[in-house]
């Protein structure tokens, strides 16, 4: 018989993730380089965020360390601290998903295609085995991706997909000790890195990727009034040509604000190998319930205030035309008069120098106004004070889309220089760039 968990399972509170520098966070910038306290790459795919009183904990992935699972902490849900690996007992574990039950904290992920468990008495580390490693019942089927969803109502459910080509969902027996339950939902199709919410209407909303690999798709929804079923879709929950903004889905995080309810999409920035240097796509989801959807709502920046649960957009910095640069084309200046505010067709042998930029002395937010003619044909580049900087090294969305926000320190004062230029990946390509301008944040 099905356990509830209302005493023994804590909701899954949700937080956000703040970008970027040891100084100090102010933003969310989704595909941009997220770093820690520390100034360190954050290393946490495939994860997910617990409360615990008010310290919130992110589990996920360690690329750069064989896949263990690694902890990062925060009090104020801009600044992360690297609490270190969860365990080194258990290598390559995929998608792990943290919760809480009878006192105990719960690690739960994929190794070897099988649900592996971690205990731990605390939620920071200190991580052991926890059994052997299971299948999923009733038929012993395996997996590759997985999700953990707590519901309203206190019980707890493990999401898994892939191997069948199936979307399983299992419920989670809690208290003293933890176990897989009963099937509760088996959805057929060829579909991986499940998520799962459910709004203040009461509807479930299931979002999975299709299976391209670490290559993006568009991701899709499915929405029920029961988490058995019947499942509705799927329906996009991005425009398809944005492939989910260049991002697979890992988990659904709400915010129970005390004047709205927030809901944010967590994903993965994959680069093609699934790497370590892969960033992270966090984005809040617009909820229909009277039309059974939801969407991705795109902002290159922004943050969320987790008391009020009142999501804020960036204000406009500086900005700087690139009609208003130094425009060098093949060697020789361009005055380019039929310029209003944009320089375009720049290729290989052009740049677009820009003077005079005022900085903090501190790193900074500068968003680059620009797009390619081909993604996959070539690069873009900015020389800052004549050090160049491939732009997608800096945030995963370089190319794809027109606002590109990158973490640069200028020199204080008004003394900086930035050309924008680019480099085909062939001799003899017509790869070109458009440069609209860019803009400058204080904060």
């Given at each position: 018989m099905h356990a509830r968990l209302r005493a023994s399972f804590r909701s899954l509170c949700v937080s956000i993730l703040l970008a970027p520098f040891v100084l100090g966070a102010s933003w969310i910038v989704p595909g941009a380089v997220w770093t820690d306290t520390s100034g360190n790459k954050i290393d946490a795919h495939g994860g997910q965020i617990l409360q615990e009183g008010t310290t919130f904990y992110w589990v996920g992935s360690a690329y750069s360390n064989n896949e263990v699972p690694n902890i990062y902490s925060s009090t104020d849900l801009l600044n992360w601290t690297f609490e270190g690996p969860a365990s080194t007992a258990v290598e390559f574990m995929y998608r792990p998903k943290l919760f809480t039950s009878g006192g105990k904290f719960y690690i739960w992920g994929q190794v070897n295609r099988l649900v592996q468990a971690l205990e731990s008495s605390t939620i920071s580390g200190g991580y052991s085995v926890y059994g052997s490693a299971f299948s999923l019942p009733p038929d012993g089927r395996t997996y590759s991706d997985e999700g953990i969803f707590v519901d309203t109502t206190g019980e707890a459910y493990i999401l898994t997909s892939a191997d069948s080509n199936n979307l399983q969902i299992n419920e989670i027996n809690g208290g003293s000790s933890v176990s897989i339950g009963t099937r509760v939902t088996d959805l057929e199709g060829a579909y991986e890195a499940p998520g799962l919410m459910k709004s203040t209407g009461g509807i479930y909303y299931l979002v999975m990727s299709t299976k391209t690999g670490y290559t993006a798709n568009a991701n899709q929804f499915w929405w029920s009034t029961n988490i058995a079923g019947p499942w509705n879709g799927p329906s996009g929950i991005a425009p398809g040509s944005s492939n989910t903004y260049d991002s697979q889905n890992t988990f659904e995080l709400k915010i129970s604000g005390s004047q709205q309810t927030t809901y944010i999409y967590m994903g993965d920035s994959w680069d093609s190998e699934g790497t370590a240097a892969s960033n992270y796509e966090w984005l809040p989801i617009s909820v229909n319930d009277g039309a059974h959807t939801i969407t991705l709502q795109d902002y290159a920046f922004w943050k969320v205030d987790v008391s009020t649960g009142?999501?804020?957009?960036?204000?406009?910095?500086?900005?700087?035309?690139?009609?208003?640069?130094?425009?060098?084309?093949?060697?020789?200046?361009?005055?380019?008069?039929?310029?209003?505010?944009?320089?375009?067709?720049?290729?290989?042998?052009?740049?677009?120098?820009?003077?005079?930029?005022?900085?903090?002395?501190?790193?900074?937010?500068?968003?680059?106004?620009?797009?390619?003619?081909?993604?996959?044909?070539?690069?873009?580049?900015?020389?800052?004070?004549?050090?160049?900087?491939?732009?997608?090294?800096?945030?995963?969305?370089?190319?794809?889309?027109?606002?590109?926000?990158?973490?640069?320190?200028?020199?204080?004062?008004?003394?900086?220089?930035?050309?924008?230029?680019?480099?085909?990946?062939?001799?003899?390509?017509?790869?070109?760039?458009?440069?609209?301008?860019?803009?400058?944040?204080?904060?």
């Open positions: 009142v999501i804020t957009t960036s204000t406009t910095g500086k900005r700087y035309d690139a009609a208003d640069g130094l425009i060098m084309r093949r060697g020789f200046e361009d005055s380019c008069a039929s310029c209003e505010h944009s320089v375009h067709n720049i290729d290989p042998l052009s740049n677009v120098t820009i003077h005079n930029i005022e900085g903090t002395g501190e790193p900074q937010w500068v968003s680059i106004h620009y797009t390619v003619s081909d993604p996959n044909a070539g690069d873009a580049y900015v020389w800052l004070n004549g050090e160049k900087i491939r732009i997608a090294d800096k945030n995963s969305r370089a190319g794809k889309f027109a606002t590109v926000p990158i973490n640069l320190t200028l020199k204080k004062g008004d003394g900086n220089v930035l050309t924008f230029g680019c480099h085909a990946h062939a001799e003899g390509s017509e790869f070109v760039a458009h440069l609209e301008g860019i803009e400058v944040l204080d904060d």
